[in-house]
Nanobody, 125 residues
Framework: QVLLVESGGGSVQAGGSLTLSCAAS????????MAWFRQAPGKEREGVAA????????YYADSMKGRFTISQDNAKSTLYLQMNDLKPEDTAMYSC??????????????????WGQGTQVTVSS
């Protein structure tokens, strides 16, 4: 069992920045990859970025490159998402996910077996 707890969401104006955190705990063997997903009202969940703890490799959805940066602190078992120049269309529930095994650059929800409860990000114009 892996417990993922997100924090750092909130309300910001367009152009602002936020950093989300996801703390992982409760595992016997740490998941080798973690990722951020988001889901806006009325839309499907979409992958934002993923990171492998062992290799340090990171992957981004094409639409997320440039403004979002995923990082991790292995000592703290914490994943981060730095979001800059936020836009109203970034408004969504952001969730942290974790998975075992190597799936390359996959950001498919089905490739991640553990999920946090999410943290809301609201960007106003």
């Amino acid at each position: 069992q892996v417990l993922l707890v997100e924090s750092g969401g909130g309300s910001v104006q367009a152009g602002g920045s936020l950093t989300l955190s996801c703390a992982a705990s409760g595992y016997t063997y740490r998941p080798i990859r973690m990722a951020w997903f988001r889901q806006a009202p009325g839309k499907e969940r979409e992958g934002v970025a993923a990171a492998y703890s062992v290799t340090g490799n990171t992957y981004y959805a094409d639409s997320m490159k440039g403004r979002f940066t995923i990082s991790q602190d292995n000592a703290k078992s914490t994943l981060y998402l730095q979001m800059n120049d936020l836009k109203p269309e970034d408004t969504a529930m952001y969730s942290c996910a974790a998975g075992d095994g190597w799936v390359g650059a996959s950001l498919r929800s089905s490739d991640f077996g553990y999920w946090g409860q999410g943290t809301q990000v609201t960007v106003s114009s």
